[in-house]
């Protein structure tokens, strides 16, 4: 069965980029670390960055591959989980990379800690919130994301209104990178179904793995789409 390697992958840039010419891609005008900016889902990581997430990515989509090979052809369950397991970690792993992906890994904790049933366990989490955000660069966006999180809290303390998980999600978009996130979060979604599955005894249809691999070669796409746009002059 093929098998995909980050090296392949980068040998597909200078190929891309010349297809990509000057039409826009997804991630014309979005903002990288130092860019001063407030819109949403535009807050996309930097060149070493990406390189790291299409690493991960790489790896994941390689181990679905030997998944769906082991259980389907060799009909090997025990090593098709072991291997799905790896692949789920490195697709964790790149949904995480970079500063904004980062504080927005907390956000999730901290709306986590409040679906609990404790409304306010998640004041717990806005010391590392407001630490995690130091390390982006001082900008519009980290500013506007600041702000939100920081209503967020005043609204659990009881010194403001509004509704702290509306201005939390909307600090967590703010730091989000959607043509990369997007896929990337879907990807995972569907890991996650295969993986319960399994874990039921169900068998995975082809259909299924079919879908992943789909969705990972789409969040491949765009990570190389954004490897482009920024080693463009």
């Known amino acids: 069965m093929f098998r995909y390697t980050f090296s392949w992958l980068i040998s597909l840039l200078p190929a891309m980029a010349l297809a990509t010419g000057p039409t826009p891609s997804a991630f014309s005008g979005v903002a990288t670390g130092g860019d001063a900016i407030e819109q949403t889902g535009a807050y996309c990581p930097d ?6 997430i299409l690493e991960e990515m790489t790896v994941a989509l390689e181990g679905v591959t030997r998944a769906q ?4 052809v060799l009909d090997d369950a025990a090593t098709a989980s072991i291997v799905l397991a790896r692949a789920d970690a490195a697709l964790a792993l ?3 990379r970079g500063s904004g992906a980062r504080v927005g890994t907390l956000i999730d904790a901290a709306l986590s800690a409040e679906k609990d049933g404790h409304p306010k366990a998640n004041l717990a989490w806005f010391p ?3 630490e995690a955000l130091q390390g982006l660069p001082e900008d519009a966006t980290r500013a506007a994301a600041r702000a939100q999180i920081a209503h967020a809290e005043d609204i659990l303390q009881g010194q403001a209104d509004g509704d702290e998980i509306q201005a939390l999600l909307k600090a967590k978009q703010i730091l989000q990178c959607d043509p990369l996130h997007i896929p990337l979060r879907q990807s995972r979604a569907q890991m996650e179904r295969l993986q319960r599955d399994m874990l039921l005894g169900e068998k995975p249809s082809a ?3 079919n879908t992943l691999t789909d969705l990972l070669k789409r969040a491949l796409q ?3 789409d954004r490897l482009v746009e920024v080693q463009s002059p």
Not at 47 to 52: G, I, K, N, Q, S
Not at 69 to 72: G, I, V, Y
């Open 94 to 96: 790149a949904i995480g």
């Open 47 to 52: 060149r070493a960055t990406t390189y790291l």
């Open 222 to 224: 765009a990570g190389l």
């Open 207 to 209: 259909d299924q793995f």
């Open 69 to 72: 090979e082991s259980f389907l």
């Open 128 to 130: 590392l919130l407001k």
